[in-house]
T-cell receptor, first 113, second 115 residues
Framework: SAVISQKPSRDICQRGTSLTIQCQVD?????MFWYRQQPGQSLTLIAT?????????ESGFVIDKFPISRPNLTFSTLTVSNMSPEDSSIYLC??????????FGPGTRLTVL | AQTVTQSQPEMSVQEAETVTLSCTYD???????LFWYKQPPSRQMILVIR??????QNATENRFSVNFQKAAKSFSLKISDSQLGDTAMYFC????????????FGKGTRLHILP
């Protein structure tokens, strides 16, 4: 399996600010994914990030609110922009290490005041 | 569109007992993967077991096994000899094959293993 790290592990932010979450994997992967898990809820896919192309966003998520970078095959960032308390969630990145196996990072717990 | 349904929001069993978590899904795809993920209080999502739809044999991983009924679109997880460390949220998940390899999660079952 792949080893995935995320920074920061948690943060408390003020309304209207932005936070960038980093995801690093220990091997080269083609596909990386960003998920949101709201309190007590399941995971919802935000977007798929492939190296060298624009991220593909799911319905209900837009690039202006959640810009994503994927500069190489081992790294990606997700920015949560102009935050509001409704953005308080756990944000997780995942990678497809081999077809049919997705592994997740430890998550970033975001609280917006 | 694919959907994943977990009908048991919460379950409790005594340590060392066997427990079965239910999952049904809906899809028109013929080739896909099914997963069970475990999320303990640490919130780390851990892949427990994976089943390829084209394989009739049920997947097993140590104390964890699945009952995959493709025609019925059912994918239950059996945990044998349950341990306190099995206490977690369990998510059933579906992934159709390429090109997008997106995973769709059920709402989860919170499992408590009681001493």
């Amino acid at each position: 399996s792949a080893v995935i790290s995320q920074k920061p592990s948690r943060d408390i932010c003020q309304r209207g600010t932005s936070l960038t979450i980093q995801c690093q994997v220990d091997s080269q992967v083609t596909m990386m994914f960003w998920y949101r898990q709201q309190p007590g809820q399941s995971l919802t896919l935000i977007a798929t990030a492939n190296q060298g192309s624009e991220a593909t966003y799911e319905s209900g998520f837009v690039i202006d609110k959640f810009p994503i970078s994927r500069p190489n095959l081992t790294f990606s960032t997700l920015t949560v922009s102009n935050m509001s308390p409704e953005d308080s969630s756990i944000y997780l990145c995942s990678v497809e290490h081999r077809q049919g196996s997705q592994y997740f990072g430890p998550g970033t717990r975001l609280t917006v005041l | 569109a694919q959907t994943v349904t977990q009908s048991q929001p919460e379950m409790s069993v005594q340590e060392a007992e066997t427990v079965t978590l239910s999952c049904t899904y809906d899809t028109s795809e013929s080739n896909y993967y099914l997963f069970w993920y475990k999320q303990p209080p640490s919130r780390q999502m851990i892949l427990v077991i994976r089943q390829e739809a084209y394989k009739q044999q049920n997947a097993t991983e140590n104390r964890f096994s699945v009952n995959f009924q493709k025609a019925a679109k059912s994918f239950s997880l059996k945990i044998s000899d349950s341990q306190l460390g099995d206490t977690a949220m369990y998510f059933c998940a579906f992934m159709k094959l390429s090109p997008d390899d997106k995973i769709i999660f059920g709402k989860g079952t919170r499992l408590h293993i009681l001493p």
